[in-house]
């Protein structure tokens, strides 16, 4: 579980670093990033995973989404991996935002010839964990997950298929009904198949029908997000989680689009909000 060191920064008293090592599940070499908040010597401390966006790497929330200052006020080791393969042996489409470098989906492909890199639940669920405990002071028996967009549709999915391992799941502008959005389904057929059974497990809404429950979420919205009608849709992840008796705070923001803009205007309030619920801040923080 050898990692080099790409880049490591002193940041609110803690470290923020970027590191790479070459994957056993993608093929590949994978570069992440964690920010590791000030603490005692040996101290171990809670693991927040956030998943980014379409078009992204680990650095646009690095860069952007000002988390270390909170991260550090409340001792949490912030995780942001990569959002797909990348090299040149990777199959891709260079003019296509959608598909390939940048949008893994956080799936599993079974299509070839997707099926051999673009292992991104593998990598985030059980690859990268790993590496995380070997290399830092991580109490991997305190997660939770959280997410933008792509990110978000993969934090939602990764939480109810694994509600065991993280205390809670929160997403800003999550793709929550992938199935059903022209930007994710197109590339669900080319990674998963065109049997449309096969995509549920990788699928918010679905997953929920099918019987899988979270104890709870936090999704924040901008009311002037340009894809909230015809990609993101949150009121069907709002209407499968009534139905199923799941816990839903689905804040609709005013004014605020899709970008970083508002996400680091809500940042505080999530890690807040997961903070609570790993046991490092007390009552309700929404």
Known sequence: MTIENVS??????????????????????????VFVPPHAEGAKLPVVWYLSGLTCTHANVMDKGEYRRMAAELGL?????????RGAHVPDEKDNWQFGSGAGFYVDASEAPYD????????????????????FPADMNRQSIFGHSMGGHGALT?????????????????????SDADWSAR?????????????????????IEDGYRFSEFLVD????????????KPWLL????????????????????????FISTFMD???RWHAQRLGMLEGDVT
């Open 158 to 178: 990764i939480a109810l298929r694994n509600p065991k391992r993280f205390r809670s799941c929160s997403a800003f502008a999550p793709i929550v009904h992938p």
């Open 187 to 207: 590339a669900f057929e080319r990674y998963l198949g065109p049997n449309q059974a096969d995509w549920r497990t990788h699928d918010a809404c679905s997953l």
């Open 116 to 135: 051999t890199n673009y292992r991104m639940y593998s990598y985030v669920v059980e690859e990268l964990p790993r590496i995380v405990s070997a290399n």
């Open 77 to 85: 080791i912030v995780v942001c991996p990569d959002t797909s393969p």
């Open 238 to 261: 709002e209407e499968a989680c009534r139905k199923a008796g799941i816990p839903l705070k689905l804040r609709m923001q005013p004014g605020y689009d899709h970008s970083y803009f």
């Open 269 to 271: 309030d999530h890690l």
């Open 8 to 33: 490591e920064n002193r940041s609110h008293g803690g470290t923020q670093g970027v590191y790479k090592h070459a994957s056993a599940e993608t093929g590949t070499d994978m570069t992440f990033s």
């Open 221 to 232: 919205q901008g009311k002037a997000d340009s894809f909230l009608e015809d990609g993101l």
